[in-house]
């Protein structure tokens, strides 16, 4: 039948050839089985004013139809056709299918795949790649017609319907975000679409779920360091959960902050945007994941927020594709939004700078790309030369912390002669020594306060002394305090998100490390309690 007859034949069992304009990778359905959908057009599908859908159900990804490529050639035995009403569409247009269940064996369904190219064997011009059933074959009239339609996919006139397929796809996004605008609340988790460039795939993950990382040129929105889904469900007890509640806390429980592993890709975007996990979790056996350096659209995503950091995971009812729009048009969207990148990883309603450098000309370096230029150094490539960054982040944690603030200060005595001589004024007799984590919108790292970049550092605060000294108790109560309002503990509305901070930082590498170190230098903090 060609498609453009399909509204007669409603409920009818019919057979189809045509080519692939699209498809979705396959997903579970509530049922046993998965199901894949594929957009098909032949030489009539125009009347349909689009692309036909085909939904293929099986028990297994074997029984699944994969294409090779879009413009190849599928053939569909005792296909039925059937109509729904599309949510999607703002006047409830009727849009048809072909269901193709293999999962049935009273249906009787079979599908073979062709290459649109003619092998440069003769023998095998007929021969499919991928054959549900081995009885299934092309008789004559299917072998011309194969011919014609490879005469289709090579002039190019089925792309029309790519393209058209291609705007629908975008136009059912109906809750579709950026990276930017994806928001998650501490009660639960939000779902909706999103399209964006895989720059990693960990195929390890966290307990065998593969983790995708993924950009789209804009940057996360920052959350209160406090922020962590499992909050939400930590007062609950069991029988008071939903099994989808039970599985995300289970999930979440093994879970913390990701971290990108630079030192085994690449390549990363230019220097802006966040790069975002997403776990595939409840996928099918057997699925194969997106391929680093392609955009794809995800539907039905599923994000929250992780120690502040926003991750997205997959649900049964998510799915996702490869997307075929234009990257071009996507990036000069975000670069051309007013809340875009253009002062680096700042942006004015993340607050007022609460430190000065001395290097305030210095241009302003993402923390994503410090840590890909640190990624260079191993155990076989050595730092030679010290590298010097200036960055605008937020300090999310200190160490030490809590009850070992006073620790923070160490005798000059109990330092390498060297270091003191170098690192130490020897008008101080204590020292600070301690680590901040740092965090911009695209990464975090631990950068060392030490010595006379120390002093300097926390010299509105306190300068560097005993401070397990009873004489000093009001000096650690100052630096206590400080140290909670500048990280959000003790704020009360007016900077939920914490303190943002101009920072110089020094990256280098120690005899006898293996990788580089961080150190913040030339930079002191303002007062602001």
């Given at each position: 039948i060609d498609s453009g007859r399909v509204p007669d034949v409603l409920n009818?069992?019919?057979?189809?050839?045509?080519?692939?304009?699209?498809?979705?990778?396959?997903?579970?359905?509530?049922?046993?089985?998965?199901?894949?959908?594929?957009?098909?057009?032949?030489?009539?599908?125009?009347?349909?004013?689009?692309?036909?859908?085909?939904?293929?159900?099986?028990?297994?990804?074997?029984?699944?139809?994969?294409?090779r490529k879009p413009g190849d050639i599928i053939r569909i035995h005792r296909a039925r056709v059937d109509c729904y009403r599309n949510p999607h569409s703002e006047d409830g247009a009727t849009s048809y299918q072909l269901v193709v269940s293999m999962s049935r064996k009273e249906c009787r369904c079979s599908f073979m795949l062709l290459d649109a190219e003619a092998p440069s064997d003769p023998t095998k011009e007929y021969e499919p790649y991928k054959i549900s059933h081995n009885q299934f074959h092309l008789d004559e009239r299917n072998m011309r017609l194969l011919d014609v339609l490879r005469k289709f996919s090579a002039d190019g006139t089925w792309k029309v319907f790519a393209k058209a397929a291609q705007r629908k796809a975008?136009?059912?996004?109906?809750?579709?975000?950026?990276?930017?605008?994806?928001?998650?609340?501490?009660?639960?988790?939000?779902?909706?679409?999103?399209?964006?460039?895989?720059v990693h795939v960990d195929t390890e993950g966290i307990d065998g779920n593969p983790i995708v990382w993924v950009w789209d040129g804009t940057n996360a929105r920052p959350y209160p360091p406090y922020l962590d889904f499992r909050n939400s469900l930590k007062p609950k007890a069991d029988n008071e959960m939903t099994e989808v509640e039970k599985s995300l806390y289970h999930l979440y429980g093994t879970m913390s902050r990701m971290q990108l592993d630079y030192s085994q890709i690449e390549w990363i975007p230019p220097s802006f945007g966040t790069i975002?996990?997403?776990?595939?979790?409840?996928?099918?056996?057997?699925?194969?994941?997106?391929?680093r350096g392609k955009w794809i659209r995800i539907r039905n995503c599923g994000f929250a927020p992780v120690d502040s950091q926003v991750q997205g995971y997959f649900v049964p009812a998510t799915r996702w594709a490869p997307w075929t729009g234009s990257e071009?048009?996507?990036?000069?969207?975000?670069?051309?939004?007013?809340?875009?990148?253009?002062?680096?990883?700042?942006?004015?309603?993340?607050?007022?700078?609460?430190?000065?450098t001395l290097h305030g000309i210095r241009s302003v370096t993402p923390i994503r790309d410090i840590l890909w230029s640190s990624s260079r150094f191993n155990g076989n490539v050595r730092m030679t030369t010290p590298e010097y960054f200036r960055c605008?982040?937020?300090?999310?944690?200190?160490?030490?912390?809590?009850?070992?603030?006073?620790?923070?200060?160490?005798?000059?005595?109990?330092?390498?002669?060297?270091?003191?001589?170098?690192?130490?004024?020897?008008?101080?007799?204590?020292?600070?020594?301690?680590?901040?984590?740092?965090?911009?919108?695209?990464?975090?790292?631990?950068?060392d306060v030490f010595g006379k970049d120390g002093a300097y550092f926390f010299s509105n605060i306190t300068s560097p002394k005993d401070l397990s000294l009873e004489e000093n108790k009001d000096d650690l109560l100052k630096l206590r305090k400080?140290?909670?309002?500048?990280?959000?503990?003790?704020?009360?509305?007016?900077?939920?998100?914490?303190?943002?901070?101009?920072?110089?930082?020094?990256?280098?590498?120690?005899?006898?490390?293996?990788?580089?170190?961080?150190?913040?230098?030339?930079?002191?903090?303002k007062y602001v309690v």
């Open positions: 009818e069992s019919v057979n189809f050839m045509g080519i692939v304009v699209d498809w979705e990778e396959p997903r579970k359905t509530k049922g046993p089985d998965l199901m894949m959908s594929l957009k098909v057009a032949d030489f009539s599908t125009h009347l349909l004013g689009g692309p036909l859908e085909v939904r293929v159900f099986a028990r297994d990804m074997q029984g699944l139809p994969k294409p975008d136009e059912s996004m109906k809750y579709r975000r950026q990276i930017r605008s994806v928001y998650s609340r501490n009660e639960g988790t939000q779902f909706f679409d999103l399209v964006a460039l895989v975002m996990p997403i776990m595939f979790w409840y996928q099918p056996k057997g699925i194969e994941y997106p391929s071009k048009k996507l990036l000069q969207a975000a670069l051309e939004d007013p809340r875009g990148p253009a002062d680096g990883c700042q942006p004015i309603q993340y607050g007022p700078l609460y430190s000065e605008k982040a937020r300090i999310m944690a200190i160490w030490p912390g809590n009850d070992e603030i006073k620790k923070i200060t160490i005798h000059k005595s109990a330092l390498d002669p060297e270091i003191v001589e170098e690192d130490v004024s020897p008008d101080d007799e204590w020292v600070f020594a301690c680590r901040l984590t740092l965090e911009d919108p695209t990464g975090y790292l631990e950068a400080y140290l909670c309002e500048i990280m959000g503990v003790y704020d009360t509305g007016s900077h939920p998100l914490g303190r943002w901070f101009d920072i110089c930082i020094k990256m280098y590498q120690p005899i006898g490390s293996s990788e580089p170190h961080f150190r913040i230098f030339d930079t002191i903090a």
